[in-house]
Protein backbone atom coordinates (compact mmCIF):
# COMPACT_ATOMS: atom_id res chain seq x y z
CA UNK A 1 0.00 0.00 0.00
CA UNK A 2 0.84 3.64 -0.47
CA UNK A 3 2.46 5.54 2.43
CA UNK A 4 2.50 9.50 2.67
CA UNK A 5 3.92 11.66 5.63
CA UNK A 6 2.95 15.01 4.77
CA UNK A 7 4.10 17.98 6.60
CA UNK A 8 2.91 21.78 5.59
CA UNK A 9 6.34 22.43 4.08
CA UNK A 10 7.53 19.26 2.09
CA UNK A 11 6.31 15.66 2.02
CA UNK A 12 8.76 13.49 4.50
CA UNK A 13 8.20 10.18 3.02
CA UNK A 14 6.07 8.86 -0.03
CA UNK A 15 6.07 5.35 -0.75
CA UNK A 16 5.23 1.59 -0.69
CA UNK A 17 5.12 -0.31 2.75
CA UNK A 18 3.41 -3.49 4.29
CA UNK A 19 2.52 -1.81 7.60
CA UNK A 20 2.23 1.46 9.40
CA UNK A 21 2.12 1.72 13.06
CA UNK A 22 0.90 5.34 14.87
CA UNK A 23 -0.62 6.33 17.71
CA UNK A 24 -4.03 7.76 17.45
CA UNK A 25 -6.32 9.64 19.90
CA UNK A 26 -7.57 5.88 21.27
CA UNK A 27 -3.73 4.04 21.10
CA UNK A 28 -1.25 2.48 19.32
CA UNK A 29 -3.00 1.69 15.81
CA UNK A 30 -1.30 -0.40 12.78
CA UNK A 31 -2.74 -0.39 9.15
CA UNK A 32 -1.87 -3.10 6.72
CA UNK A 33 -3.58 -3.68 3.34
CA UNK A 34 -7.15 -3.29 2.24
CA UNK A 35 -7.49 -1.65 5.85
CA UNK A 36 -11.34 -0.21 6.34
CA UNK A 37 -11.40 3.84 5.35
CA UNK A 38 -10.52 5.42 8.73
CA UNK A 39 -9.95 8.57 9.35
CA UNK A 40 -8.46 10.05 12.75
CA UNK A 41 -6.33 12.55 15.32
CA UNK A 42 -2.53 11.51 15.64
CA UNK A 43 -1.05 11.95 18.92
CA UNK A 44 2.16 12.60 19.59
CA UNK A 45 4.25 9.84 19.52
CA UNK A 46 6.02 7.35 16.92
CA UNK A 47 5.50 6.51 13.62
CA UNK A 48 6.60 3.60 12.10
CA UNK A 49 6.64 2.72 8.50
CA UNK A 50 7.50 -0.72 7.40
CA UNK A 51 7.93 -1.66 3.93
CA UNK A 52 9.04 -5.18 2.73
CA UNK A 53 12.09 -7.25 3.69
CA UNK A 54 11.95 -5.08 7.43
CA UNK A 55 13.01 -2.49 6.36
CA UNK A 56 11.84 0.71 8.93
CA UNK A 57 11.50 3.96 8.08
CA UNK A 58 10.68 6.12 11.60
CA UNK A 59 9.10 9.59 11.93
CA UNK A 60 8.85 11.81 15.04
CA UNK A 61 4.70 13.45 14.82
CA UNK A 62 4.18 16.15 17.17
CA UNK A 63 0.08 15.46 16.38
CA UNK A 64 -2.04 15.42 13.18
CA UNK A 65 -4.09 13.35 11.46
CA UNK A 66 -4.27 10.22 9.35
CA UNK A 67 -6.47 9.04 6.67
CA UNK A 68 -6.93 5.44 5.04
CA UNK A 69 -8.72 5.12 2.09
CA UNK A 70 -8.21 2.94 -0.92
CA UNK A 71 -4.45 1.48 0.28
CA UNK A 72 -3.51 4.69 0.76
CA UNK A 73 -2.57 5.69 4.37
CA UNK A 74 -2.00 9.42 4.05
CA UNK A 75 -0.65 11.21 7.97
CA UNK A 76 -0.87 15.18 7.73
CA UNK A 77 1.33 16.27 10.36
CA UNK A 78 2.23 20.20 11.13
CA UNK A 79 5.55 19.24 12.69
CA UNK A 80 7.08 15.83 12.19
CA UNK A 81 10.69 15.19 11.41
CA UNK A 82 12.25 11.76 10.22
CA UNK A 83 14.49 9.98 12.20
CA UNK A 84 17.37 10.70 10.70
CA UNK A 85 16.58 14.61 10.63
CA UNK A 86 16.13 14.88 14.37
CA UNK A 87 18.95 16.86 15.73
CA UNK A 88 19.62 14.69 19.07
CA UNK A 89 21.65 17.30 21.22
CA UNK A 90 18.83 20.30 20.52
CA UNK A 91 15.99 17.08 21.82
CA UNK A 92 18.37 16.14 24.97
CA UNK A 93 18.73 19.81 25.52
CA UNK A 94 15.02 20.52 25.40
CA UNK A 95 14.40 17.32 27.49
CA UNK A 96 16.51 18.92 30.53
CA UNK A 97 15.01 22.07 29.96
CA UNK A 98 11.14 20.96 30.14
CA UNK A 99 12.15 18.01 33.32
CA UNK A 100 13.95 21.10 35.16
CA UNK A 101 10.64 22.72 34.95
CA UNK A 102 8.34 19.42 35.28
CA UNK A 103 9.89 19.76 39.03
CA UNK A 104 8.99 23.26 39.17
CA UNK A 105 5.18 24.49 38.63
CA UNK A 106 4.10 22.96 35.08
CA UNK A 107 1.45 23.41 32.72
CA UNK A 108 0.27 21.38 29.98
CA UNK A 109 2.60 23.27 27.83
CA UNK A 110 5.68 22.15 29.33
CA UNK A 111 3.91 18.55 29.34
CA UNK A 112 3.97 18.53 25.47
CA UNK A 113 7.27 19.66 25.47
CA UNK A 114 8.27 17.08 27.53
CA UNK A 115 6.78 14.17 25.30
CA UNK A 116 8.09 15.77 22.46
CA UNK A 117 11.54 15.88 23.50
CA UNK A 118 10.80 12.03 24.00
CA UNK A 119 9.23 11.25 21.12
CA UNK A 120 12.28 12.99 19.32
CA UNK A 121 14.87 11.06 21.00
CA UNK A 122 12.74 7.56 20.80
CA UNK A 123 12.75 7.78 17.23
CA UNK A 124 16.02 7.97 16.76
CA UNK A 125 17.21 5.35 19.65
CA UNK A 126 14.69 2.81 18.68
CA UNK B 1 37.81 76.45 -14.79
CA UNK B 2 38.59 73.86 -17.62
CA UNK B 3 37.74 70.25 -16.73
CA UNK B 4 35.40 71.15 -13.71
CA UNK B 5 32.46 69.80 -15.33
CA UNK B 6 34.34 67.04 -16.75
CA UNK B 7 35.04 66.30 -12.91
CA UNK B 8 31.48 66.49 -12.28
CA UNK B 9 29.97 63.66 -14.64
CA UNK B 10 32.68 61.36 -13.72
CA UNK B 11 31.55 61.76 -10.50
CA UNK B 12 28.18 61.22 -10.98
CA UNK B 13 29.26 58.55 -13.64
CA UNK B 14 30.82 56.96 -10.72
CA UNK B 15 28.32 56.74 -8.32
CA UNK B 16 25.50 55.75 -10.74
CA UNK B 17 27.83 52.72 -11.30
CA UNK B 18 28.09 51.91 -7.95
CA UNK B 19 24.08 52.04 -7.32
CA UNK B 20 23.73 49.71 -10.71
CA UNK B 21 26.37 47.18 -8.70
CA UNK B 22 23.92 47.44 -6.11
CA UNK B 23 20.64 46.70 -8.22
CA UNK B 24 21.86 44.12 -10.34
CA UNK B 25 23.11 42.57 -7.09
CA UNK B 26 19.43 42.46 -5.92
CA UNK B 27 18.09 41.92 -9.12
CA UNK B 28 20.31 38.41 -9.31
CA UNK B 29 19.02 37.32 -5.32
CA UNK B 30 15.79 37.92 -5.90
CA UNK B 31 15.66 35.72 -9.17
CA UNK B 32 17.41 32.85 -7.18
CA UNK B 33 14.93 33.09 -4.40
CA UNK B 34 11.38 33.40 -6.74
CA UNK B 35 12.71 29.67 -7.73
CA UNK B 36 13.37 28.74 -4.37
CA UNK B 37 9.91 30.41 -3.20
CA UNK B 38 7.99 28.69 -6.31
CA UNK B 39 9.33 25.32 -5.10
CA UNK B 40 8.11 26.03 -1.84
CA UNK B 41 4.92 26.96 -3.19
CA UNK B 42 5.06 23.56 -4.84
CA UNK B 43 5.99 21.68 -1.69
CA UNK B 44 3.51 23.27 0.26
CA UNK B 45 0.37 21.77 -1.72
CA UNK B 46 -0.07 18.89 -1.02
CA UNK B 47 -0.23 19.15 2.26
CA UNK B 48 -3.30 22.13 2.22
CA UNK B 49 -4.75 19.59 -0.92
CA UNK B 50 -5.08 16.78 1.63
CA UNK B 51 -6.33 18.54 4.49
CA UNK B 52 -8.92 19.94 2.32
CA UNK B 53 -9.74 16.30 1.62
CA UNK B 54 -9.80 15.12 4.97
CA UNK B 55 -12.12 17.60 5.89
CA UNK B 56 -14.59 17.24 3.08
CA UNK B 57 -14.82 13.46 3.88
CA UNK B 58 -15.78 14.59 7.46
CA UNK B 59 -18.25 16.47 6.25
CA UNK B 60 -19.59 13.78 4.92
CA UNK B 61 -19.35 11.88 7.64
CA UNK B 62 -21.87 14.44 8.94
CA UNK B 63 -19.45 16.71 11.16
CA UNK B 64 -19.05 20.41 11.67
CA UNK B 65 -22.78 21.68 10.83
CA UNK B 66 -22.11 24.05 13.50
CA UNK B 67 -18.70 24.41 14.31
CA UNK B 68 -17.53 28.06 14.94
CA UNK B 69 -14.92 28.63 12.60
CA UNK B 70 -17.78 27.50 10.12
CA UNK B 71 -20.43 29.67 11.15
CA UNK B 72 -21.24 33.05 10.29
CA UNK B 73 -22.27 35.23 12.35
CA UNK B 74 -25.79 37.30 11.99
CA UNK B 75 -24.65 40.50 12.78
CA UNK B 76 -20.88 41.80 11.90
CA UNK B 77 -19.14 44.99 14.27
CA UNK B 78 -15.91 44.39 14.04
CA UNK B 79 -13.82 43.44 10.48
CA UNK B 80 -10.23 41.82 10.99
CA UNK B 81 -7.44 42.10 8.29
CA UNK B 82 -4.58 40.22 7.83
CA UNK B 83 -2.23 42.21 5.26
CA UNK B 84 0.49 40.45 4.22
CA UNK B 85 3.63 42.99 2.58
CA UNK B 86 7.02 42.46 2.69
CA UNK B 87 9.76 43.90 5.36
CA UNK B 88 11.42 45.79 2.68
CA UNK B 89 10.95 48.31 0.30
CA UNK B 90 12.39 48.35 -3.07
CA UNK B 91 9.98 46.28 -4.84
CA UNK B 92 8.02 48.69 -7.45
CA UNK B 93 4.62 48.81 -6.39
CA UNK B 94 4.34 45.06 -4.74
CA UNK B 95 3.84 46.67 -1.26
CA UNK B 96 1.41 49.54 -2.32
CA UNK B 97 -0.84 47.47 -4.37
CA UNK B 98 -1.56 44.79 -1.34
CA UNK B 99 -1.96 47.24 1.30
CA UNK B 100 -4.02 49.88 -0.92
CA UNK B 101 -6.57 47.29 -1.74
CA UNK B 102 -6.42 46.44 2.07
CA UNK B 103 -6.91 50.00 2.93
CA UNK B 104 -10.12 49.98 0.39
CA UNK B 105 -11.80 47.00 1.36
CA UNK B 106 -11.06 48.63 4.97
CA UNK B 107 -12.95 51.52 3.93
CA UNK B 108 -15.86 49.69 2.79
CA UNK B 109 -16.54 48.16 5.72
CA UNK B 110 -16.59 51.13 7.57
CA UNK B 111 -18.84 52.69 5.37
CA UNK B 112 -21.38 50.41 6.42
CA UNK B 113 -20.72 51.13 10.34
CA UNK B 114 -18.30 48.59 10.75
CA UNK B 115 -14.84 48.96 13.10
CA UNK B 116 -11.82 47.31 11.92
CA UNK B 117 -9.10 45.21 13.66
CA UNK B 118 -5.57 45.55 11.50
CA UNK B 119 -3.15 42.22 11.63
CA UNK B 120 -0.52 43.14 9.90
CA UNK B 121 2.63 41.06 8.20
CA UNK B 122 5.70 43.09 7.04
CA UNK B 123 7.03 46.29 8.67
CA UNK B 124 6.08 48.35 5.31
CA UNK B 125 2.67 47.46 6.29
CA UNK B 126 2.78 48.15 9.51
CA UNK B 127 4.85 51.46 8.94
CA UNK B 128 1.89 52.64 6.30
CA UNK B 129 -0.93 51.77 8.49
CA UNK B 130 0.66 53.62 11.43
CA UNK B 131 1.70 56.53 9.52
CA UNK B 132 -2.05 57.05 8.50
CA UNK B 133 -3.14 57.10 12.03
CA UNK B 134 -5.02 53.60 11.84
CA UNK B 135 -4.94 51.58 14.88
CA UNK B 136 -2.87 48.71 14.83
CA UNK B 137 -3.86 45.78 16.77
CA UNK B 138 -1.01 43.33 15.63
CA UNK B 139 2.16 43.27 13.79
CA UNK B 140 4.54 40.22 12.80
CA UNK B 141 7.91 40.78 11.09
CA UNK B 142 11.28 39.44 9.67
CA UNK B 143 9.08 36.74 8.25
CA UNK B 144 8.15 37.39 4.59
CA UNK B 145 11.48 36.65 3.20
CA UNK B 146 11.03 32.78 3.59
CA UNK B 147 7.93 32.26 5.55
CA UNK B 148 7.95 29.11 7.97
CA UNK B 149 5.05 27.31 8.93
CA UNK B 150 5.76 28.28 12.56
CA UNK B 151 5.21 31.95 11.49
CA UNK B 152 1.85 31.16 9.66
CA UNK B 153 0.61 29.50 12.80
CA UNK B 154 2.22 32.67 15.15
CA UNK B 155 -0.91 34.94 12.64
CA UNK B 156 -3.34 32.18 12.56
CA UNK B 157 -2.95 31.91 16.37
CA UNK B 158 -3.62 35.95 16.77
CA UNK B 159 -5.87 35.60 14.04
CA UNK B 160 -8.13 32.64 15.80
CA UNK B 161 -7.46 33.88 19.26
CA UNK B 162 -9.53 37.05 18.50
CA UNK B 163 -12.46 35.61 16.22
CA UNK B 164 -12.69 32.86 19.21
CA UNK B 165 -13.21 36.02 21.52
CA UNK B 166 -15.49 37.48 19.58
CA UNK B 167 -13.27 40.44 19.17
CA UNK B 168 -13.67 40.06 15.73
CA UNK B 169 -16.96 38.39 13.44
CA UNK B 170 -14.81 38.49 10.51
CA UNK B 171 -11.62 38.34 9.07
CA UNK B 172 -10.26 39.30 5.48
CA UNK B 173 -6.91 38.17 4.01
CA UNK B 174 -4.93 40.75 1.54
CA UNK B 175 -2.27 39.01 -0.19
CA UNK B 176 -0.71 38.82 -3.42
CA UNK B 177 -0.81 35.43 -5.29
CA UNK B 178 1.61 34.35 -7.48
CA UNK B 179 0.59 33.33 -10.76
CA UNK B 180 3.53 33.30 -13.06
CA UNK B 181 6.89 35.02 -13.02
CA UNK B 182 5.16 38.00 -15.12
CA UNK B 183 1.83 37.66 -12.74
CA UNK B 184 0.93 38.54 -9.81
CA UNK B 185 -2.99 39.56 -8.44
CA UNK B 186 -3.65 41.21 -5.08
CA UNK B 187 -6.49 39.08 -3.67
CA UNK B 188 -8.79 40.36 -0.92
CA UNK B 189 -10.88 37.01 0.53
CA UNK B 190 -12.83 36.11 3.75
CA UNK B 191 -10.15 34.13 5.98
CA UNK B 192 -12.51 33.44 8.72
CA UNK B 193 -15.07 32.04 8.91
CA UNK B 194 -13.84 29.56 6.97
CA UNK B 195 -16.70 29.38 4.23
CA UNK B 196 -18.28 25.95 3.96
CA UNK B 197 -18.37 26.27 0.46
CA UNK B 198 -14.92 26.40 -0.32
CA UNK B 199 -14.73 22.78 1.75
CA UNK B 200 -17.78 21.05 0.59
CA UNK B 201 -18.36 22.64 -2.79
CA UNK B 202 -17.29 19.34 -4.87
CA UNK B 203 -19.27 16.92 -2.59
CA UNK B 204 -19.27 14.48 -5.91
CA UNK B 205 -21.58 11.59 -4.95
CA UNK B 206 -19.97 9.52 -7.71
CA UNK B 207 -17.02 8.64 -5.36
CA UNK B 208 -17.35 5.64 -3.10
CA UNK B 209 -19.24 5.65 -0.12
CA UNK B 210 -17.14 6.51 2.39
CA UNK B 211 -17.64 4.25 5.77
CA UNK B 212 -15.35 6.08 7.58
CA UNK B 213 -14.06 5.00 10.91
CA UNK B 214 -13.81 7.67 12.80
CA UNK B 215 -11.18 7.95 15.61
CA UNK B 216 -12.08 10.20 17.48
CA UNK B 217 -15.67 11.50 16.68
CA UNK B 218 -16.02 13.19 13.75
CA UNK B 219 -16.74 16.46 15.49
CA UNK B 220 -13.81 15.83 18.00
CA UNK B 221 -11.32 15.48 14.89
CA UNK B 222 -12.95 18.33 13.25
CA UNK B 223 -12.30 20.59 16.00
CA UNK B 224 -8.41 19.91 15.85
CA UNK B 225 -8.84 19.56 12.04
CA UNK B 226 -10.06 22.98 11.13
CA UNK B 227 -7.12 25.48 13.22
CA UNK B 228 -5.06 23.94 11.00
CA UNK B 229 -6.74 24.12 7.61
CA UNK B 230 -6.65 27.74 8.54
CA UNK B 231 -3.30 27.66 9.14
CA UNK B 232 -2.51 25.78 6.18
CA UNK B 233 -4.37 28.44 4.16
CA UNK B 234 -2.59 31.15 5.56
CA UNK B 235 0.53 29.71 4.80
CA UNK B 236 0.16 29.35 1.54
CA UNK B 237 -0.85 32.82 1.45
CA UNK B 238 2.54 33.38 2.92
CA UNK B 239 4.21 31.44 0.63
CA UNK B 240 2.80 33.11 -2.27
CA UNK B 241 3.54 36.21 -1.22
CA UNK B 242 6.82 36.18 -0.70
CA UNK B 243 7.46 34.61 -4.15
CA UNK B 244 5.65 37.22 -5.47
CA UNK B 245 7.64 40.23 -3.65
CA UNK B 246 10.63 38.42 -4.95
CA UNK B 247 9.45 38.67 -8.09
CA UNK B 248 7.95 42.12 -8.01
CA UNK B 249 11.78 42.99 -6.35
CA UNK B 250 13.63 40.98 -9.48
CA UNK B 251 11.49 43.44 -11.77
CA UNK B 252 11.71 46.28 -9.86
CA UNK B 253 15.86 45.80 -9.42
CA UNK B 254 15.95 44.89 -12.87
CA UNK B 255 14.30 47.82 -14.78
CA UNK B 256 16.57 50.00 -12.20
CA UNK B 257 19.71 48.32 -13.34
CA UNK B 258 18.87 48.94 -16.83
CA UNK B 259 17.67 52.56 -16.21
CA UNK B 260 21.48 52.85 -14.73
CA UNK B 261 22.94 51.47 -17.36
CA UNK B 262 21.29 54.23 -20.12
CA UNK B 263 22.35 57.05 -17.33
CA UNK B 264 25.57 55.99 -18.06
CA UNK B 265 25.92 56.18 -21.50
CA UNK B 266 23.82 59.29 -21.42
CA UNK B 267 26.61 60.79 -18.21
CA UNK B 268 29.59 59.43 -20.68
CA UNK B 269 28.90 60.67 -23.73
CA UNK B 270 28.15 64.15 -22.30
CA UNK B 271 31.68 63.75 -20.22
CA UNK B 272 33.24 62.85 -23.71
CA UNK B 273 31.68 66.22 -25.05
CA UNK B 274 32.83 67.93 -21.99
CA UNK B 275 36.08 66.62 -22.36
CA UNK B 276 36.37 67.60 -25.81
CA UNK B 277 35.41 70.95 -25.46
CA UNK B 278 37.61 71.33 -22.71
CA UNK B 279 41.08 70.08 -24.38
CA UNK B 280 39.74 72.30 -27.59
CA UNK B 281 39.56 75.65 -25.48
CA UNK B 282 42.44 74.61 -24.34
CA UNK B 283 44.75 74.31 -27.45
CA UNK B 284 43.14 77.17 -28.70
CA UNK B 285 44.26 79.20 -25.14
CA UNK B 286 47.78 77.42 -25.63
CA UNK B 287 48.00 78.67 -29.37
CA UNK B 288 46.59 82.02 -28.77
CA UNK B 289 48.82 82.88 -25.65
CA UNK B 290 52.07 81.58 -27.78
CA UNK B 291 50.41 84.03 -30.41
CA UNK B 292 49.72 86.93 -27.89
CA UNK B 293 53.65 86.24 -26.61
CA UNK B 294 55.48 85.92 -30.00
CA UNK B 295 53.52 88.95 -31.28
CA UNK B 296 54.71 90.96 -28.53
CA UNK B 297 58.30 89.95 -28.62
CA UNK B 298 58.69 90.56 -32.52
CA UNK B 299 56.74 93.60 -32.55
CA UNK B 300 53.64 93.54 -34.35
CA UNK B 301 54.41 90.66 -37.09
CA UNK B 302 51.68 87.17 -37.53
CA UNK B 303 53.47 84.61 -36.05
CA UNK B 304 51.39 82.06 -37.79
CA UNK B 305 50.84 83.64 -40.98
CA UNK B 306 54.33 85.51 -41.36
CA UNK B 307 56.90 83.27 -39.95
CA UNK B 308 55.83 79.09 -39.48
CA UNK B 309 53.10 78.65 -41.91
CA UNK B 310 54.79 80.29 -44.71
CA UNK B 311 57.70 78.84 -44.28
CA UNK B 312 56.84 75.19 -43.44
CA UNK B 313 54.13 74.88 -46.41
CA UNK B 314 56.08 76.59 -49.18
CA UNK B 315 59.77 75.61 -48.85
CA UNK B 316 60.11 76.70 -52.14
CA UNK B 317 59.46 80.55 -51.44
CA UNK B 318 61.84 80.28 -48.40
CA UNK B 319 64.34 82.38 -49.67
CA UNK B 320 61.46 84.81 -50.86
CA UNK B 321 59.95 84.67 -47.41
CA UNK B 322 63.13 84.50 -45.45
CA UNK B 323 64.48 88.07 -44.26
Redesign the interface.
Known sequence: MQV?L??????LFSGEAEMVILR???GD?AFLENH??????VDIGVVRIIGSGQSEERAAVH?G?V?V??NRV?I?S??AELASQVDVERAREAQRRAEEQMRGEHDAECDAALRRAHVRLEVVNG | MAGGKERVLRRRIKSVESTKKITRAMELISASRIVKAQQRVAAARPYSEQITEVIRNLARGGAGKSHALLSERDTINKVGFVVIAADRGLAGGYNSTVIRAAERSLKEHQAQGRDYSLMLVGKKAADYFRFRGYRVDAVFTGMTDQPRYEDARQVADEVMRRFAEGDVDLVELAYTQFLSLGTQHVRVRRFVPIEAAAITEENRTDGPESDYEFEPEPDAILDKLLPRYAEARLFAAMLDASASEHAARQRAMKSATDNAEELITVLQRSMNRARQEAITTEISEIVGGAEALAKARSGGEDLLIDRTFAADLLPSHQGVVDR
Not at chain 1, 6 to 11: D, F, G, K, N, W
Not at chain 1, 36 to 41: C, E, I, M, S, T
Open positions: EVSPERIAAGIAPFLGAGFERDILDV
